[in-house]
């Protein structure tokens, strides 16, 4: 192979790996490399269906399920959380049949909290002291802003859809906190996903 096509090939790799960079993609699958690394050991664990009421989820590129632990009312696609979910604790998710139809494609998960804490955002005029609710799991690795100053906002973390994916909510900022909403969104992309159980770390 000649060398200008060798120095083709590493310039294409490198340009691949930074345009997933850039998408969210290439971090996620990182730290859920990372992630999925726990010792089982050290948590006890339930079965999701004793929180969710609904554990299998399918979406086709545009839609949503929202768990909720006391919403107003209830409608297709929004479920009542049959508790909440004491913090901290890991949250093992199952992806199957992940696909995503264009670069622009994304999926979210949101978490919120009932209790929040004080932390700082990135704005146009500087850092900004604010109130966080929650944490915002994202596909996207723009660094955007989720939530607002009325209901406060949610600390960005990566997120892989592929095979089974470990959400660690075991260092919140939060004490004696419980999950009373979790939002999964889609936005282009379609999935089949379990939620499969719940581990709450030995004390």
Known sequence: MHWSHKVTIVLLVIALILALNYYGVFKALLNQFKSNKINEEQYVWVDASQYFPKTEIELKRYGFVYFEYS??????????????IPLPCVIVLNFTETKYFTQYDSMSITIKFDKQWWGEIETSEGSKKV????VYYTTFGGRGIAGDEEEGYYEQRGLSTT?????????????????VGVYIVSHGVSAKIKIVKIGFPKH
Request: glycine fraction near 12%.
């Open 131 to 134: 109130k966080f609710t929650g």
């Open 71 to 84: 919403p107003g009312t209830t409608y297709e696609g929004l479920y009542r959380l049959k508790k909440k």
């Open 163 to 179: 095979g089974i994916v470990v959400l660690d909510l075991t260092k919140e900022k939060v004490e004696d906190a419980h999950i």
